[in-house]
């Protein structure tokens, strides 16, 4: 079945590490983004790419690296300098140019130690 | 800057009656496209229903449609007989193309059995 896959489920960060999040697709997308929830809040952008060896900041990008060496994954480093790490990400990805519905993963918890 | 304004942070509805869920938004964008998704409690991210902008037609799937006032720039979400899986965040959204979407911050939808 083709979908997204995000891991871990769950992942704990301690003072001054950086962590990684792992996003994989199958579906041949072109387009992958991060979001971040918070309680109480909606999805804000964190990065988005539309091809690979390219992306762009999204709305609360500070605190985030991204890459995209292949189309099928977009991993998601949170830097020590994000001061508040914990919360909900998800992972989606489209395709290029089309009405713009996502598919998601079904998401990454991260949690400070 | 986009926006996008989800005013009822909580609904109820009794299983089986009708309940509308309300968003309003802001774009300077002239094609764009709307969409409610839903989140339960599992936070997967579940598409319900999409409206392209430049269609006057409002969207409908199954038990789901739309009330897309163009000029008004609203876009509320229509639940006919209410189940008991429809119990959920539901998340209003904007967008177009392949950059992010803009979310709201949810309503909490409960049913009443």
């Known amino acids: 079945d083709g979908g997204i896959t995000q891991s871990p489920k769950y992942l704990f960060r301690k003072e001054g590490q950086n962590v990684t999040l792992s996003c994989e697709q199958n579906?041949?997308?072109?387009?992958m983004y991060w979001y971040r929830q918070d309680p109480g809040q909606g999805l804000r952008l964190i990065y988005y790419?539309?091809?690979?060896?390219?992306?762009q900041k999204g709305d609360i990008a500070e605190g985030y690296s991204v890459s995209r060496e292949k189309k099928e994954s977009f991993p998601l480093t949170v830097t020590s300098a994000q001061k508040n790490p914990t919360a909900f990400y998800l992972c989606?990805?489209?395709?290029?140019?089309?009405?713009?519905?996502?598919?998601f993963g079904a998401g990454t918890r991260l949690s400070v130690l | 800057a986009q926006t996008v304004t989800q005013s009822q942070p909580e609904m109820s509805v009794q299983e089986a009656e009708t309940v509308t869920l309300s968003c309003t938004y802001d774009t300077s964008e002239s094609d764009y496209y709307l969409f409610w998704y839903k989140q339960p409690p599992s936070r997967q991210m579940i598409l319900v229903i999409r409206?392209?902008?430049?269609?006057?037609q409002n969207a409908t799937e199954n038990r789901f449609s739309v009330n897309f006032q163009k000029a008004a720039k609203s876009f509320s979400l229509k639940i006919s007989d209410s189940q008991l899986g429809d119990a959920a965040m539901y998340f209003c959204a904007l967008g177009g193309g392949a950059d992010g979407l803009t979310f709201g911050k949810g309503t909490h939808l409960i049913i009443q059995p």
């Open positions: 790419s539309q091809i690979v060896n390219d992306f």
């Open positions: 989606a990805s489209s395709i290029f140019g089309t009405s713009g519905s996502r598919s």
């Open positions: 409206q392209e902008a430049y269609k006057q």
């Open positions: 579906l041949n997308h072109d387009a």
